[in-house]
Every structure is written in C-alpha cells, then in structure tokens.
Nanobody, 116 residues
C-alpha cells in the first residue's frame, strides 16, 4: 500500500501562485508515476499533470500547460505542483494519484480557491 498526503492548498487571488505537495509513504519503491487531478464543484474529476518517477517525463493538461509545473524529489518521496498565474477556474480540490505496482492510490485532496 501507498499512503499519500497532499498539502499546500489555500486561498489566493487571481494571478497568484501556490505550490502543492504530495508526500508518499509505504511501498514507495513500486511507484511508476504520480499525477495530479482536480475536481471543481459540480464537475467531474479531471487530469492536471503527471510525472514518471524514474525518467522525470512530464505531461500536462492543455488548460494548465505553461502555468503549472510538476516536479519530484525522489529522496523525499514527494511530488510538487507549482501553480502560477492562477485563475478562478482553477478553483477545485486537488488530488494526488499514484500508480504503484499496478494499483492506483489517491490522497485525500487539498482545496485550492482562486478569488477574482
């Protein structure tokens, strides 16, 4: 099992920045890739960004490309999501998702609210 704890959410004004963290514990040796998803009120959960654990290859949703950056610190088993130029439509609960040893694991989420 892999346990995930997200942090770093909060309230920010339009144009501001936040950095989310996702700390993994447990059977972290089997982690293949880590991703961020988000879910806004009344909407389905959507993909935001992902990073491959070994290669560091990244991929982003079109809506955040150029504004968000995903990175990892393998020594700390932590993945970050740097979010810049935030918009009100970025308001959502952000979830960390890990694919490890063929199974998906989710964190509890962290709220991000962008005021206009």
């Amino acid at each position: 099992q892999v346990q995930l704890v997200e942090s770093g959410g909060g309230l920010v004004q339009t144009g501001g920045s936040l950095r989310l963290s996702c700390a993994a514990s447990g059977r972290t040796a089997g982690i293949y890739r880590i991703a961020w998803y988000r879910q806004a009120p009344g909407k389905e959960r959507e993909f935001v960004a992902r990073i491959i654990g070994d290669s560091g290859t990244t991929f982003y949703a079109n809506s955040v490309e150029g504004r968000f950056t995903i990175s990892r610190d393998n020594a700390k088993n932590t993945v970050y999501l740097q979010m810049n130029s935030l918009k009100p439509e970025d308001t959502a609960i952000y979830y960390c998702n890990v694919l490890a040893s063929g199974a998906f694991h989710w964190g509890q989420g962290t709220q991000v609210t962008v005021s206009s």
